[in-house]
C-alpha cells in the first residue's frame, strides 16, 4: 500500500506556471506507474498526464500536450507536474495517483489503485 501527498497547488494568473509535487510513503514507490488526474466543479475527474515505473515512457491529454511535464524521482519518493502556460480552463483539483497495473490504458483512472486527497490550482484570467 501507499499513501500519496500532493502539495504545490495555490493562484496564479493566466500564462503563468505552477510546479506540483507529490510525496509517497513506503520502499516500493518504483512499482509504480503514476498518474496526475484533475477534477473541475461539475465535471468528470480528467487524466491529465501518466509516467511509466522508472520514468522511460510518459503519457499526456490531448488539452496540456506541451504545457505539461511530469517526472518522478524514485530516490526521494516523489512524482512532479511541471504546468507551463496556465489557462482558466485548467482550474481544477489535481490528484496524484499510483497503480500497480501496468503501462496498458494509463489515462484510465478505474485502474488507478491510490490516489492523494488533492490539491487546488485555481487560474485566474
Known amino acids: 500500500q501507499v499513501q500519496l501527498v500532493e502539495s504545490g497547488g495555490g493562484l496564479v494568473q493566466s500564462g503563468g506556471s505552477l510546479r506540483l509535487s507529490c510525496a509517497a510513503s513506503?520502499?516500493?514507490?518504483?512499482?509504480?506507474?503514476m498518474g496526475w488526474f484533475r477534477q473541475a466543479p461539475g465535471k468528470e475527474r480528467e487524466f491529465v498526464a501518466g509516467i511509466s515505473r522508472f520514468g522511460g515512457m510518459t503519457y499526456y491529454g490531448d488539452s496540456v500536450k506541451g504545457r505539461f511535464t511530469i517526472s518522478r524521482d524514485n530516490a526521494k519518493n516523489t512524482v512532479a507536474l511541471q504546468m507551463n502556460s496556465l489557462k482558466s480552463e485548467d482550474t481544477a483539483v489535481y490528484y496524484c495517483?499510483?497503480?500497480?497495473?501496468?503501462?496498458?490504458?494509463?489515462?484510465?483512472?478505474?485502474?488507478?489503485?491510490?490516489w492523494g486527497q488533492g490539491t487546488q490550482v485555481t487560474v485566474s484570467s
Open positions: 495517483a499510483a497503480r500497480t497495473k501496468g503501462w496498458t490504458r494509463v489515462s484510465s483512472k478505474e485502474d488507478y489503485d491510490y
Open positions: 513506503g520502499n516500493t514507490f518504483s512499482s509504480y506507474t
